[in-house]
């Protein structure tokens, strides 16, 4: 069977490619999922769906979340993490069944493809659950098992043994299902993990040209316990284990200290950007502007529904920026193009997978989001795209997701993967399970 190319002729494309280019009154042509056209001329052959009044952008990527914490959202805010994680969290997430790992991914995938999400990366418990419910949905992700052998009790190899079964299992799945479902081995933290376990996870990641998913310098309490324990800060001790490169990509990172900068450059280390997360629970205000200055990839993320909490990353953009500016006390920080770096083509990079997503152009996947300018009314006038995405509109400008060139979602016909009504039923389903369990 000939598959005829779809091609989209919006009245704006938003690249996010090496030149920035915002492609005016251009045709974008879909062939087996990939870009196969971008161009001015309008191609002879293919199916023509005119776009007038809309903008084609890249599916943002989600670059740190903990996706099936959609069950535990609202379960306890306007607390700090360690008391949000210890007392409220940690006992119900002990008694969550692998099932309602599952259904917790597949309900926070939906919000995510509704807010503009087409890629994300996380890191859980029962993750091949999370990963059943990427194949599902239809979107991608870049998946690790949360390891933490102090946290578990176990031996450094008993914790990392359980993560070779997952990227097994998880193996087995994206070979059915390529380009959809990619492995990162996920120690927790510096202080999860003890320094064998680091060291397991440091080797094997060289050895498997695999990538690293870490929480890292998230708050002044981790960075004290860390310096009390081994005599160096977080970032200074994992790289005395020989454990930072470029293959790190490390969630938070609010709290380096002067000298670390040059480290985290140097090694080549993605930094995962919460800025509502760490705002929220009080962990301060990650020095990204430092960061960018420095030649640091800042890629932008959300964090778990739990603690956030929202998945969207439309938001993120809005608070990094307007948020550097003020504590810089510079209104020219993190200005709207950065901000979209950081939500597409960095978040990419950051995930390994830059050559495939994060930008609009030939070759890559389609993977991008249509926005309906007569949606809002924050669109009428404008006189700067990138500035109008960051500062005015938002997630409510949506008319439909795509990802590998299939819709995954629309406005107003909904999900064509996920029966929205029958998920909801069964996380409140859950919820009440565990609040019965938990007494």
Avoid at 97 to 104: A, E, L
Avoid at 265 to 278: I, K
Wanted: hydrophobic content about 40%; charged content about 25%.
């Amino acid at each position: 069977m000939v598959i005829r190319m779809i091609v989209l002729h919006p009245s704006y494309i938003v690249t996010m490619d090496k030149n920035n280019r915002i492609l005016e009154d251009h045709y974008i042509g879909i062939e087996n999922g990939i870009i196969a056209y971008l161009g001015k001329e309008k191609p002879s052959e293919g199916d023509i769906v005119e776009l007038p009044k809309r903008i084609l952008i890249p599916g943002f990527i989600n670059a740190h979340t903990h996706v099936a914490m959609t069950i535990l959202r609202g379960l306890k805010d306007d607390v700090d993490l360690q008391t949000w994680l210890n007392k409220y969290i940690l006992p119900l997430e002990k008694l969550l069944k692998p099932r309602d790992v599952y259904y917790g991914a597949l309900y926070g995938i939906a919000e995510m493809l509704s807010n503009g999400i087409t890629c994300f990366l996380d890191m859980y418990y029962h993750e091949i659950e999370v990963a059943r419910a990427v194949v599902d949905a239809g979107i991608r992700a870049v998946l690790s098992y949360g390891s933490a052998d102090v946290f578990f009790n176990r031996t450094p190899d008993e914790e990392f043994k359980i993560a070779e079964e997952f990227r097994y299992n998880l193996q087995k799945i994206a070979e059915k299902n390529p380009d959809k479902v990619f492995f990162a081995y996920g120690p927790h933290s510096p202080y999860g993990c003890t320094k064998e376990l680091l060291q397991l996870f440091s080797q094997a990641a060289e050895e498997n040209n695999i990538r690293i998913h870490i929480h890292l310098s998230e708050t002044q309490q981790e960075v004290k316990a860390v310096k009390d324990a081994t005599g160096k800060t977080p970032i200074k001790y994992l790289d005395s284990l020989g454990f930072l490169s470029s293959k790190v990509m490390a969630a938070h990172v609010v709290w380096p200290q002067d000298h670390e900068y040059s480290i985290l450059s140097e090694r080549g280390v993605h930094v995962l950007h919460n800025p509502s997360s760490n705002l929220k629970l009080a962990s301060g205000i990650c020095p990204i502007t430092r960061y960018i200055e420095d030649g640091i990839n800042v890629a932008l993320a959300t964090d778990g529904p739990a603690s956030n909490n929202r998945l969207d990353i439309w938001k993120e953009m809005y608070v990094a920026s307007i948020l550097q500016k003020g504590i810089r006390l510079n209104p020219e920080v993190v200005p709207a193009s950065e901000a979209m770096k950081m939500a597409t083509i960095n978040g990419a990079r950051a995930l390994g997978l830059e050559r495939y997503i994060g930008s609009l152009e030939t070759g890559k996947y389609a993977d991008f989001v249509i926005v309906d300018l007569n949606k809002v009314l924050e669109s009428t006038p404008f006189h700067d795209i990138l500035s109008m995405i960051v500062y005015s509109i938002d997630s409510r400008s949506i008319e439909s997701v795509w990802v590998a060139g299939k819709k995954l979602y629309d406005h107003n016909e909904g999900f064509t993967t996920i029966d929205i009504d029958a998920l909801r039923e069964k996380l409140n389903e859950i919820r009440e399970r565990l609040l019965r369990e938990a007494r």
